[in-house]
């Protein structure tokens, strides 16, 4: 294979969405698929049951810009479970992409603690600023979720914000958590 | 034998406990008992009216094929869309838990309005000659228990006004036996909303029958009763198992006339989401695409759709609802943020859908986002505004255009918030999954009903899946799941993928709906004869 051809392979295993050099199983494909489009959310042990063979899968439809916003939102989900590695690059590439779907970039916002760890605070908190109020606010309940680290952030935010900003109110929980307060 | 295994009957004998097979055929456990099924290698050797198929570890063997779905009636006219403004509703602080008054017209049958009445008494209700069928709603008070502990998990404590009794005495509903299978069974009940909930009959093969037939006019009754109450005889495990602490408004709704051929049914549907208003929805090509998608499925189960409403909510509920939490949780807590949303319906024959820009679920992987979820199997028909009434439809999908073409596509973004909605309501106008997800695990994951086909996990996944179906022995971890590519194999026993039931939406989703699921959904009390 010359390099020209190599390279042209490899491009098109990229534009089509596909990990490269890793063989995709059609009746793991087709669990996905199915999985997918289930009216119910899908548990973590359902996505686990499928293991790291379902990642290519996954992958490809979390990459499909011409996917339905909600199957990409659960493929990227999904990707987190069985292969949190391949999802870290495309939930920071699709938190950041302000032309990509609200619903879809919200996900990845719900994603990333789980998918980034400890570098989701960094990551987050910029977006505590977004344009939109969906994604400012998922981001301030992640990084609340994520601990005392993320908490900081949210409560420095929140004090530019009017108390009855979401940031404000999400920072709250805070407060709850440090005193022990039950939950509203 | 005819019934839900083989539908419209088919010569065969029983096995197991209650038999053996002749030679070249093997002993099959199918939804509703062990039967003999003659092997085959293809088409040819099975008796008329037979296909050879999957049998799991039996290998190929005949059964029955899938039951044909309705053909949809054609609707004279197209549904009319009209912008119904914006929703009058002050913003409400804290949880609200409102009783409210049916509106249901006296032209379907009569509105009994029993009362408030604690759980354990036995109330009685008069129903008409020419009764056709009659559904129980019970809304209970905002003091009520609202959560069971059963078998290890959190369920909602749904009313189960149970037994219902005929003039005669006759237990007409319980005691319910597992034995018999859910087609033979007067009732479905479906606990799933909390505090408020309704059941309707006929739901299932079985109550059609009778429903045809018309009911026994005269003085009925029913208990008033609760998931937590029900728990002492079903040994929940519940400390408070069997409590009459919690009290329940009652409303039995009749219904005359027999099962109509043909129905007529209105949408409400509040525009929650940011991209949208009640101005420009009847004429936004999208929408109108999604409309179009209902109106076909709805034709398959007979009916017509008739007004379609849009509204527009406050700027304050805009906010609040922007992104919904639903799944199990929410849905088991009445002062969720879900289950307050459906407290802004408007009083009407509608059923009432909220769209939404995207819906969360907590419990799955973070990111999750769903399609649609539904207040309650039934929905508490013409008592719009209770937390258990109608459904949320995300519209993220809504402008997806890449793969719509000219005709039904899964993945069109229009066609799949029109078949999610259709979906939804079909929920709310009594209809099950014909399949659960695990497929057979429990004896109790197919609906009831004989003409929807089913999927049984352990005659239609691979050889290799087929191990860990549920209802198997050695099951590890997460039990295999029946998934569209395994139910759409051309039998009753493993069909029901093309379904507008099927509990998952995939490309081999057709919307399809039996001529029973189209009865069903023709008896509730928001369908009105055609």
Redesign the interface.
Known sequence: MSARAAWLALAALLLSGAAPGVPVDP?VA??V???L?????????????LGPAAAPTLETVARDD?????RR??A???L??VQPASAAPLVRRLVSDLTA???LR???V?????VLGPDAVAFLAPFLRDAD??VR??AAE?LVASGTTGCRVVMSEAKTRATRDPVARTAERCTEQRTGAPPR | MDNADFPGGVCTSRCGSSGTCPSGSTCLQLSTGEYCARSCESGDGCPTGLVCGSGGSAGKVCLAPASAPAMAVSCSTAPVIVNGGVLAAAETAGCVQPIVASTYPATLGTTLALGSHPVGTKVQFQLPAGTTGFTVVSQGSSSNVSKVSAFGSLLPNGPVPTPIQEPNGTFFDYPASFAVPPSDRNLTWSPISPVTGAVTFPNGTSGLQKAAKGLTPGTWSLTVSDLLHECKALQCGDPASGSTANSYDLTVLTRSGGIPERGALDLDIYLVSAGLSAATAPGDPDLRRMLQRVTADFAQAGICLQTVTYYDVPAWARSRWALVNAGPAPAAEPCSEYRQLFTLARPGNAVALFFVDQIAEANAPSGTRLVGYDGAIPGVSTFNGTIAGGAIVSTGDLRKKDACGSTFNTSCGPDVVGETVAHEVGHALGLFHPTESQGGASGEDFDPLTDTPQCLCSLCVSASARANCADQSNVQGQATEVDGASCAQGTQACGGADYLMFWQLTNLSRGNLSPQEGQVMRLNPLVRPL
């Open positions: 009746d087709a669990r698929d199915g999985l489009g289930s009216y119910r959310a899908v548990s973590v042990a359902e996505w686990q049951a011409a996917a339905l916003p909600t939102a659960r990227l989900a999904a987190g479970v779907p609200p619903l919200s996900a990845a719900d994603a990333a603690p789980g109020a969906v606010l998922r992640a």
